[in-house]
Nanobody, 124 residues
Framework: QLQASGGGLVQAGGSLRLSCAAS????????MAWFRQVPGKDREFVAG????????YFADSVKGRFTISRDNARNTMYLQTNSLKPEDTAAYYC???????????????????WGQGTLVTVSS
C-alpha cells in the first residue's frame, strides 16, 4: 500500500528526492514518516509529518538538510535530501500511522503501515 522510490547513488553534497506513494487507501488523515536502516543496525527515525502537513519533525542528524512534505490530493509524501553525507547511506522506508499526529512520532511502534525500502548510497 506504500511504495517508496527515488533512491540511488549520489556523491557527497548531492541531493535526492524520495517519494512515497500510497495506493489502495488514502492516508490523508494519517501521520507519515521516513525511517532508515543500515544493515546490522536498528531502524532509525528520519522525519515525520502530521496529517495536515502543519507539523514536521526531524532527527537531529538531518535537521537543516532534509525537508519533508506531502500532497494529500496525490496521496504522496516526499523527502527532499540535500547536502548528503556518506553516513546518510541506508535503506529508506516510508510509514503511516493510524493517528493524525502524536508526540510519539519517532517511535516505530507508532506506525502500522510500511513500504519497502529504497536504497540511498552516498559516496565520498
Amino acid at each position: 500500500q506504500l511504495q517508496a522510490s527515488g533512491g540511488g547513488l549520489v556523491q557527497a553534497g548531492g541531493s535526492l528526492r524520495l517519494s512515497c506513494a500510497a495506493s489502495g487507501r488514502t492516508f490523508s488523515d494519517n501521520l507519515m514518516a521516513w525511517f532508515r536502516q543500515v544493515p546490522g543496525k536498528d531502524r532509525e527515525f528520519v522525519a515525520g509529518i502530521s496529517w495536515s502537513g502543519r507539523n514536521t519533525y526531524f532527527a537531529d542528524s538531518v535537521k537543516g538538510r532534509f525537508t519533508i512534505s506531502r500532497d494529500n490530493a496525490r496521496n504522496t509524501m516526499y523527502l527532499q535530501t540535500n547536502s548528503l553525507k556518506p553516513e546518510d547511506t541506508a535503506a529508506y522506508y516510508c510509514a503511516a500511522s493510524r493517528v493524525g499526529d502524536t508526540v510519539y512520532y519517532a517511535h516505530e511502534n507508532t506506525y502500522d503501515y510500511w513500504g519497502q525500502g529504497t536504497l540511498v548510497t552516498v559516496s565520498s
